[in-house]
């Protein structure tokens, strides 16, 4: 759809679909990115018990340890994930949201994280949610739409192919992901299917 409508795009699939790639846009970001893959959260300590990912990493203070407790599935992350990662000079594939606060991405318009419960984290008292939007703002991105909770795959491709359709006939990004859910509602009734996504400016 972006390059029928003359918009330049780059896309990593596979094995390309990795951390080294996406780290790349750190200082030179696209004005969307849009990820398709898994997302994962871990809101509470008991679930991080056990974990060999979260067992393996060192964070620096308790905000920064949150950070690591969501991130994106990049290629090769289920190594890293089952504790099994031992290469050196190469990232592991899952990519935090401690790495992602880390990065310039402020020349990034919209980020489209097309993934289940992205928009959830471990939720401090103080500070907040501590999550992937934290993460993304923090590295100066100006729009996220992301998912409260599992979203199924079929009727999130059409919500998303919607959007991105509604985009590219000049409807602005609020009324645009407004208009995809409204026309994924007539084929979905059940809010299941199409309300699990939010925009956050």
């Known amino acids: 759809l972006l390059s ?16 080294e790639s996406f780290k790349s846009f750190d200082g030179n970001s696209p004005h969307i990115i849009h990820l398709a893959t898994h997302g994962f959260v871990i809101d509470t300590q008991q679930k991080a018990e056990g974990n060999k ?26 190594n890293a994930w089952t504790g099994n990662f031992n290469l050196e000079n190469v990232e592991d594939g899952i990519l935090t949201a ?5 990065l310039d991405l402020s020349n990034t318009k919209l980020v489209v994280l ?17 999550g992937l939007q934290r993460a993304f703002k923090k590295a100066g991105a100006q729009t996220i739409v992301m998912s ?30 407004k208009d995809a859910m409204n026309y994924v509602k007539t084929l979905y009734p059940d809010p299941y299917y199409w309300a699990g996504f939010i925009m956050l400016d």
């Open 148 to 177: 409260l909770w599992k979203v199924p795959d079929e009727s999130t491709s059409i919500l998303m192919t919607q959007f991105y359709k509604n985009l590219m006939t000049g409807t602005k990004r609020h009324q645009a992901l």
């Open 98 to 102: 401690d790495e992602i606060s880390r």
């Open 114 to 130: 097309s993934a289940c419960e992205t928009a959830r984290g471990k939720i401090d008292p103080v500070e907040g949610v501590l």
């Open 53 to 78: 990912f979260i067992e393996n990493t060192t964070p620096i203070s308790k905000l920064e340890g949150y950070l690591t407790w969501c991130g994106l599935m990049m290629a090769g992350a289920n």
């Open 4 to 19: 029928n409508a003359k918009v330049y795009t780059l896309t990593y699939q596979g094995q390309q679909g990795n951390e």
